[in-house]
């Protein structure tokens, strides 16, 4: 192409740039309107997150962990930037490029946006306005930019000469434009209220409360997993860039399907049932052997087995299908949640309204199945439905139908790689075996002979059970394992199976070394 332009490229990226920010500050104060889950760049993320094959998301969540959405959201602004910054130096010469460039950008952004589970036609507004202001932005700035006349609209940067000041200037102010929309729209989208929603619900009391804990539950060891986890640690697993935020007072559940009275409970209509409170630990079908994906708190909510009772299940039901506010669904077997355990539609977490994280104003949770097949944060929809008639969002990825949770251990202390004085030390650790219990827990050094450990109290058999036994640390290097086993007298194997497709297994394994 020859390059006519007086306007110098650096000049052309960051007119593309600024070009590009001042869009995204416009969706953002629509978004702020509409629904923050239309601002186009989440939608592209969480549609990134939609179409990404299991092994993909499996490698981020084992690479990033928790921060893998944080990642996600910034190669989408990377990316996002380059294109900017590319259609901005080719936009020195024909403006047309700009706009056909910025064009297709904004209609990837809309079809993102609609094709959220959650989108209504007004969520398209956004992206469309925000492509036209970027577009409208970019003529503006190369115009600016180069002086002095009315160059044609085709080429608007082909005659004069660069006017560097003039061009700084417009993109300052366009800068700043960009600014104040994102700070405008990240006020008007109204998460501050639905926090303060939140800190004044009025938790009632528990009318089947927890038994007290147990004395002994908790070994109060340092560097060991305490038997509550504090909310503020408790692991988040879930397909959300933007967590919602409901209104308690506009939260619905619609209980439908194979029922013979469907019916549409509000967040009061749950807070006047009797509720019971019940320690429960959570664990991810995601988390590899060792690793941090499990955690125990105490819930109060609803059961969910006297709301099926309410509706009247019909004959032939064999699934529960739950979808959450922002559309990903969950399919739990209905004779796990009705035989009788405290699979609960959850309001509170360790005294407290769960936290918008943990899925305010209400979510599921059902002791011994992983949180994929159960643990529906955000519910707003529950069908009473067939496996055979219906799938949900992880089965359709290759993860098992069901997901009961396999019985695990872990050693917390010492920690892999760990350097140890010789002499007296405490391994310590915790096992679980949801709604089975455990019954023991083995170690073994270098492969010698297994020797029990000494097992903390539980309140039931739906938490996990803390573990500890003392070992003569002597010089060198060694390897320390821990295996498991459950009321029904099943021990872990050693067999080592990744978490796909329904749960990773094998002993937890540490080295040592002692000098
Ligand atoms: N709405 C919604 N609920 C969800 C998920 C999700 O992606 N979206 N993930 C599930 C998974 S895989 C797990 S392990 C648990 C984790 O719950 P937590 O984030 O409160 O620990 O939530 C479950 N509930
Ligand atoms: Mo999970």
Not at 4 to 17: F, H, K, N
Request: glycine share 12%; net charge neutral; hydrophobic share 45%.
């Amino acid at each position: 192409m020859n390059d006519t332009s007086a306007v110098p490229a650096w000049a052309g990226a960051v007119a593309g740039l600024v070009a590009g920010a001042v869009g995204l500050g416009v969706a953002q104060v629509l978004a702020g309107f509409v629904n923050p889950a239309s601002f186009p760049v989440v939608a592209v993320g969480d549609a990134v997150v939609d179409l990404s094959p299991a092994w993909l998301k499996d490698w981020a969540i084992s690479t990033f962990g928790e921060n893998d959405k944080t990642v996600l959201v910034a190669g989408v602004f990377v990316v996002l930037a380059l294109a900017a910054a590319a259609l901005g130096v080719l936009s020195r010469t024909r403006l047309a490029y700009g706009r056909a460039g910025f064009a297709a950008l904004g209609v990837v952004g809309a079809w993102a946006v609609l094709t959220r589970p959650s989108a209504g036609p007004f969520d398209v507004l956004p992206a469309a306005v925000g492509i036209l202001a970027t577009v409208g932005a970019l003529g503006w700035l190369l115009r600016r930019a180069a002086a002095p006349g009315e160059p044609a609209l085709s080429s608007p940067t082909d005659q004069g000469v660069f006017d560097r000041r003039r061009f700084l200037t417009g993109a300052v102010g366009g800068t700043l434009v960009a600014g104040a929309g994102t700070a405008l729209g990240r006020a008007w989208s109204g998460g501050s209220q639905v926090e303060q929603a939140r800190q004044a619900v009025p938790l009632p009391r528990a009318a089947a409360p927890a038994s007290a804990l147990p004395a002994g539950a908790d070994l109060k060891l340092p560097g060991l997993s305490p038997f509550v986890t504090p909310t503020a640690d408790f692991y988040r697993v879930d397909t959300a860039l933007l967590l919602p935020r409901i209104e308690p007072a506009q939260w619905r559940l619609r209980i439908h399907g194979l029922v013979d009275r469907p019916v549409e409970l509000s967040y009061d209509d749950l807070l006047k049932r009797p509720l019971t409170e019940a320690d429960v630990t959570l664990t991810c079908v995601s988390n590899e052997v060792g690793g941090p994906y499990a955690g125990n708190a105490r819930w109060l909510g609803v059961p969910m087995a006297a709301i099926l009772k309410e509706v009247g299940v019909q004959k032939g039901a064999d699934m529960l299908l739950s979808t959450s506010h922002d559309g990903w669904t969950c399919g739990t077997p209905l004779d796990v949640v009705t035989d009788g355990r405290d699979a609960l539609f959850a309001v509170a977490m360790n005294g407290e309204a769960l936290p918008i994280g943990h899925g305010f104003p209400v979510r599921q949770v059902v002791p011994g199945l992983y949180g994929y097949v159960s643990a529906t944060k955000w519910v707003v929809d529950l069908k009473v439905t067939r496996f055979d008639a219906d799938k949900a969002y992880w089965s359709t990825r290759g993860w098992s139908e069901k997901g009961p949770i396999k019985t695990q251990s872990r050693i917390d202390l010492p920690r892999n790689r760990a350097n140890l004085a010789p002499g007296r030390t405490t391994i310590a650790g915790v096992a679980w075996a949801q709604h089975k219990g455990i019954d023991a827990v083995e170690v073994r050094v270098d492969g010698g002979p297994w020797r029990q450990a000494r097992l903390a109290e539980v309140p039931g058999p739906d938490t996990w059970r803390q573990w500890a036994i003392d070992w003569d640390a002597t010089a060198g290097e060694h390897t320390i394992e821990v295996r498991a086993t459950d009321s029904t007298g099943y021990t872990q194997t050693e067999q080592r199976a990744s978490p796909a497709p329904d749960g990773a297994t094998g002993w937890h394994t540490v080295t040592v070394s002692v000098d």
